[in-house]
């Protein structure tokens, strides 16, 4: 794989996973009070997803030395998985 290829594929990955998250609705809500300039906003943010961030990178290299990265896929993928589930389970439940 490219280079440029996989960095296209990471920030599509983060981006997507990132819309509607909790994290970008606190953005929209500390931008949305007006308490603080756009600006200060998106510069807090922003370094605050950069340094979280920079704690998966390193995490993940730390873990990939003791579990196979394809496990962690695996367990990664199962734990959305249920994560999806429970989430519309409770809607589900919610509604009825």
Excluded: H, R
């Excluded at 995490?59 to 990664?76: D, S, Y």
């Amino acid at each position: 794989m490219t280079e440029l290829k996989a960095l296209a594929i990471i920030f599509a990955t983060v981006f997507i996973a990132e819309l509607g998250d909790k994290t970008q609705l606190a953005t929209l809500l500390y931008s949305a009070e007006g308490k603080v300039s756009p600006f200060k906003v998106f510069l807090a943010s922003g370094l605050a997803l950069l340094a979280a961030c920079a704690i998966g990178v390193v995490a993940g290299q730390w873990v990939a030395k003791f579990v196979n990265p394809q496990t962690l896929k695996l367990v990664a993928g199962v734990g959305f998985i249920l994560i999806g589930a429970l989430t519309l389970y409770s809607g589900l439940k919610t509604s009825a």
